[in-house]
């Protein structure tokens, strides 16, 4: 996949309606199919990135954010969220942290370990806990240290040949709203691309996310541009593709319980109408699967890996007529054999109601509040007082 140099992927749409889609490299790192899985805490661990691989070969999957201070601190946690399937092309790794001199030294460590082949920065986050500090989706609003954090860590990748990108959000609420200045901050300091979700921090998961501002972004910026926000089904993904100009999207809750949407989106992107739609008895197989790559993920710790993978089984079995009961009985399972039992009992020749193929999963809800360090929205730069107090605590633990 890496500095394949192959011609583009889709130069011309042979069907009506068919957007032209073309191959994305970021530095030495060729995406055929300009598809991301956009990065999630507790989910794009490298069994769930395996399973989504083996469907979508040519996409790029990246792990979840990772705390530069905790990787710093050589956090077992953090080092097991570094680690990657043999299968993997890329290894794509996200940090996470607000004082740049630190995110730059957890840089120059994976550099250093040869740890990753391309690096994104984590400028989306609304949790709380992380905006509070002026981390995440908080950060672009103080341009100084966004820009200054980009450009350490483009310096230091850019030794090693490493592509930088960054995921950033809409802004922090429509009257602050810092994309535009973002993304070009991003492009001049040399990030090889940027992800908009197209959400600002108030709307956390709430609602639809704004695809106009991943069209305005494209037309401003000259790097590529991947749209994200609200891919359900491989449609969606040529929808947004059609309405943005984006140079490839980036799916997050979507795939959730359905790594095969990267399959899906290959076809779509390649012009093809074929989909896949697993009956249960072939969604159970994934699911088996995936429980025995955690018990690997877990070194072997199966009761770890079991309650790990409760919230995947909710969302492999979401949609299908189990009933109530069922469902619940499966959030009780401690280790695979109870998992096996359990499929047991379930009719696995249902398939997925047309009505609720491609709806939305996972998390939907509006932030209450936004929290922001005291005073933040007061200046778009930082004063010497609010670094000192910023970076004095950046949070060791910062999870979605
Ligand atoms: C459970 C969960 C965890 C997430 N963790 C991260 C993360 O670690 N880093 C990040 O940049 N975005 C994270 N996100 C945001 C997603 O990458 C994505 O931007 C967002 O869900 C919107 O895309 P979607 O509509 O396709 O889900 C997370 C989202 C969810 C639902």
Redesign the pocket.
């Known amino acids: 996949m890496q500095g394949s140099g192959r011609p583009p992927y889709r130069e011309e749409a042979d069907q009506p309606g068919q957007p032209v889609i073309k191959p994305v490299d970021l530095g030495p790192i060729h995406i055929p199919t300009p598809v991301v899985l ?7 661990n490298w069994p769930f990135r395996t399973l989504c691989e083996g469907y979508g070969p040519d996409g790029l999957y990246v792990a ?2 990772i705390t530069a201070r905790a990787l710093l601190a050589r956090n077992p946690k953090a080092f097991r969220l570094c680690r990657f399937a043999p299968s993997e092309k890329v290894r794509s790794l ?1 940090l ?1 942290g607000v004082n740049p001199a630190i995110v730059e030294q957890a840089a120059q460590m994976l550099v250093d370990g040869d740890m990753a082949d391309h690096i ?1 920065l ?1 400028f ?2 609304p949790v709380p806990k992380v905006t509070r500090r002026g981390g995440g989706s908080a950060l672009p609003w103080k341009t100084d240290i966004f820009a200054d954090l980009i450009a350490r860590v483009v310096k230091v990748c850019s030794a090693a040949g490493i592509p930088v990108t960054a ?1 950033i959000r809409v802004g922090i609420d429509h009257d602050h709203e810092t994309f535009m200045e973002a993304g070009h901050i991003a492009q001049e300091e040399g990030c090889a691309a940027v ?1 908009l ?1 197209a ?1 600002t921090t108030a709307e956390y ?1 709430g609602g639809h ?1 704004h695809w106009e501002r991943i069209g305005q972004l494209v037309e401003a910026l000259d790097i590529p541009v991947f749209g ?4 359900w089904g491989a449609d969606d993904a040529l929808d947004m593709v059609r309405q943005t100009g984006c140079a490839g999207v ?5 795939c959730q319980g359905r790594p095969w949407l990267f399959g899906d989106i290959k076809n779509a992107f390649a012009g093809s109408q074929d989909r896949l739609d697993p009956n249960l008895g072939q969604v159970c197989q994934v699911m088996l699967r995936h429980g025995r790559l955690l018990v690997d993920f877990y070194d072997g710790d199966e009761r770890m890996a079991v309650h790990d993978l409760r919230k995947h089984m909710a969302w492999y079995l979401k949609g299908f007529p189990v009933g109530g009961p069922t469902r619940r009985s499966f959030m009780e399972c401690e280790s695979l054999a109870d998992l096996e039992a359990r499929i047991g009992d379930l009719d696995l020749t249902l398939t997925l109601p047309e009505r609720v193929r491609d709806k939305p999963r ?2 939907i809800r509006y932030a209450k509040k936004v929290h922001l360090p005291y005073g933040w929205l007061d200046s778009r730069t930082s004063s010497h007082e609010e670094r000192e107090q910023l970076f004095g605590d950046d949070p060791m633990d910062a999870s ?1």
Do not use: F, L
Not at 38 to 44: E, L, N, W
Not at 250 to 254: E, K, S
């Open positions: 956009s990065p999630m805490a507790g989910v794009t979840e954010m996200q996470y994104d984590n989306g986050c995921k992800t979700h959400r998961y996310s994200n926000g609200d891919i980036a799916v997050g809750r979507g996972g998390r979605y």
